[in-house]
Every structure is written in structure tokens, then in C-alpha cells.
């Protein structure tokens, strides 16, 4: 009798559990270590790479539809962010931890003054497909010119 008391546990200790309820870790995304390729850049020629770390505990970072952006960029000269898509890092119904890193391209930096040169620093962010935003981090100062 004991033995089909401990079956039957064990059964409904195996089948009862949803893979979707396991928890991995913490569902907020962590970003860290924000680089950029240079510190000097000549306007309209080079590109900007920003790269940077990230960390999810439920791994729902991304998403299918290209028209969902969840990467945020700001340029700390402006008042507005510009937005990027991220596809998913992680098989779509998982909850598995994920890490990693990301870059970022941005061509055509430019000057914004009458100047000869300008520096700037960049503002980052990322949201996972539960709506949940990341620390924010600040890249270093790089330089523009003409």
C-alpha cells in the first residue's frame, strides 16, 4: 500500500507541475556594462556601436513581431528616445534563464550646433514581452565632429 501511495505522489508530483509555472529567476531584465567601438566619431560617416550586457530570469526578452520595439536608445541630446526591435533570445513559452550581450548600430551621428565638435552620452534600456522595463544605463561621453 505504501508503495502505491508513494506512485500515485510521485505521479501527481510529475504531472502536475506546468512548465510554464517553474520560476527561473528574477523576471526583471538587468543590463550592465555599456561599451561604445570609439570615443571619436566624424558625422555622417561612422557608426555607433553600442554594446551592452543583459540578464532575464524567465528569458522573455524579444519579440516575433518586428513592429514591437523594446529597446530603447537615447541620445541624452535629445528629448526623445528612439526605439529598436529585439527578436526573442529564448524559445517563445520558455522560462529559462538567459545572458548574454547586445549591440546596438546607430549610423549617421551627427552635430546638432554650428560647432566643430560636440560630445554626447547615450541612455539605455530594454522591456521584456511582460512589460517589464531594465535599469537604465549611461554610456561615456563620445565625441562628434565635422
Known amino acids: 500500500m505504501l508503495k502505491i ?7 501527481l508530483l510529475i504531472f502536475g507541475c506546468k512548465y510554464n509555472d ?3 529567476g528574477d523576471p526583471i531584465p538587468k543590463i550592465s556594462n555599456i561599451t561604445t567601438n570609439q570615443t571619436e566619431y566624424t558625422q555622417f560617416t561612422d557608426t555607433v556601436v553600442i554594446g ?3 540578464q532575464d530570469g524567465d528569458g522573455d526578452l524579444g519579440f516575433e513581431s518586428a513592429d ?3 529597446v530603447e536608445v537615447k541620445d541624452i541630446r535629445f528629448v526623445k528616445a528612439d526605439y529598436y526591435h529585439l527578436k526573442p533570445l529564448s524559445p517563445l513559452g520558455s522560462k529559462i534563464a538567459i545572458s548574454g550581450k547586445i549591440k546596438i548600430s546607430l549610423k549617421n551621428i551627427f552635430l546638432l550646433g554650428g560647432g566643430t565638435t560636440e560630445s554626447t552620452k547615450f541612455q539605455i534600456r530594454i ?3 511582460s512589460q517589464n522595463w531594465s535599469n537604465v544605463l549611461i554610456s561615456k561621453s563620445i565625441n562628434i565632429k565635422k
Request: aromatic fraction near 22%.
Open 127 to 129: 522591456k521584456d514581452r
Open 22 to 24: 517553474i520560476y527561473t
Open 52 to 54: 551592452f550586457d543583459y
Open 5 to 11: 501511495n508513494v506512485l500515485i505522489f510521485l505521479s
Open 68 to 70: 514591437s520595439l523594446s
